[in-house]
């Protein structure tokens, strides 16, 4: 196990290094001139050169390159062209909110999802699970930020329970902040985990259909027995793939989801910053966004290898 982690890890930098040039290169040949653009059209060139200067946009492109990527070794992400702060600074105060809603929309997501999943599967062909699946593609059909505008109408502005949009930080009051993601959480939730059911659904009956299953009912065990005991822990590859992609989804969504809340969110950073063309602002925010995606698929590698322990070994599971 451990050699397999060592092996992902490796993986896991060279990959970042790669998505970082990416961004970077992409970002660097977008047309525009971010000093004048800070400076408007009436600006003078010595103006425009002075600020370049200031912004370090002066130098060579590998040069500034490999100058971030030293401050992002040494957790410097530049400092904001248009808000002339810390970088480092604006991101983590962001992600006090955008990384608590990615997690609870996907803990909300995988509670939902996987249930109704396994049930359709249980009761294949029958009622319930032609309910469930009708629901499933009525929530994969629908986008989030409909239902998001949907739950404040219902629990936010006729039956005011929850609050309609704004965010007071953690430090202050907790209990209001945790309120504040309740909305946002549901509606970038229930997308994912009609996905969640139907992926699990499909895992799932394709597994009660292989010998040891068939083994384990002739054995004594009754249907719903023997897929709890070994049904499902086989099915989980498939839908673990699909919830470490999710995150990624989840991450993206918000930018939608904390405008339609008024949170402030990294998704608002971003959408600021890409108005602002605060390029060192948008460059760190979304590398940031792909090291959490990443960092999930990590996890994702060792659980699959913790469920099955043939993926560690190099062995290729059996259909």
């Given at each position: 196990?451990?050699g ?7 993986g896991?930098?060279?990959t970042l ?17 971010p000093?004048r ?20 946009l ?7 390159f490999?100058?971030w ?8 992400l530049g ?10 600074a604006l991101?983590?105060?962001r992600l006090q909110?955008s990384?608590?809603?990615a997690?609870s929309?996907?803990?909300?997501s995988?509670?939902?999802g996987?249930?109704i999943?396994?049930?359709a ?5 029958k009622?319930?699970?032609t309910?469930?699946?009708i629901?499933a593609?009525?929530?994969v059909?629908i ?6 505008m949907?739950?404040?109408?219902l629990f ?5 329970i ?9 430090g ?7 309120r504040?993601?309740v909305?946002p959480?549901i509606?970038?939730?229930?997308p994912?985990a009609?996905i ?5 659904r499909?895992s799932l009956?394709?597994?009660?259909q292989?010998d040891?299953?068939r083994?384990a ?9 023997a897929v709890?005991?070994h049904?499902v ?6 839908v673990?793939?699909i ?11 918000t930018?939608?989801?904390e405008n339609?809340?008024y949170?402030p969110?990294l ?11 605060d390029?060192i602002?948008v460059?760190s925010?979304?590398?940031?966004l ?12 060792l ?6 322990p043939?993926i560690r070994?190099?062995g290729q599971?059996?259909?």
């Amino acid at each position: 196990m451990i050699g397999f982690a060592v092996t992902r890890i490796f993986g896991v930098a060279v990959t970042l290094l790669v998505a970082a040039a990416i961004i970077f290169l992409l970002l660097d040949i977008m047309p525009g001139d971010p000093a004048r653009f800070m400076l408007g059209i009436n600006a003078t060139e010595d103006a425009v050169a002075a600020l370049r200067t200031d912004l370090g946009l002066d130098k060579p492109t590998l040069e500034r390159f490999f100058i971030w990527l030293f401050g992002l070794f040494q957790g410097d992400l530049g400092i904001s062209f248009s808000q002339r702060e810390p970088v480092t600074a604006l991101m983590l105060e962001r992600l006090q909110v955008s990384l608590p809603l990615a997690l609870s929309a996907l803990f909300l997501s995988t509670i939902i999802g996987l249930p109704i999943g396994i049930i359709a599967a249980q009761n294949r062909g029958k009622f319930g699970d032609t309910s469930a699946m009708i629901l499933a593609q009525i929530g994969v059909a629908i986008p989030n930020f409909w239902f998001a505008m949907l739950l404040v109408l219902l629990f936010a502005v006729t039956w005011r329970i929850f609050p309609p949009g704004g965010f007071v930080p953690w430090g202050e009051n907790p209990a209001h902040a945790a309120r504040s993601l309740v909305l946002p959480a549901i509606a970038l939730a229930l997308p994912q985990a009609a996905i969640l059911a139907r992926i699990m659904r499909t895992s799932l009956v394709d597994i009660m259909q292989a010998d040891f299953i068939r083994t384990a009912r002739a054995k004594g065990l009754s249907l719903n027995q023997a897929v709890w005991r070994h049904g499902v822990r086989n099915a989980l590859l498939p839908v673990l793939t699909i919830m470490g992609l999710q995150f990624a989804f989840l991450i993206a969504g918000t930018i939608i989801v904390e405008n339609v809340f008024y949170l402030p969110g990294l998704g608002r950073l971003i959408f600021s910053a890409i108005s602002a063309r605060d390029l060192i602002v948008v460059r760190s925010s979304i590398l940031v966004l792909v090291a959490l995606v990443i960092l999930v698929m990590f996890i994702v590698d060792l659980t699959y290898a913790w469920v099955d322990p043939r993926i560690r070994q190099g062995g290729q599971r059996d259909g």
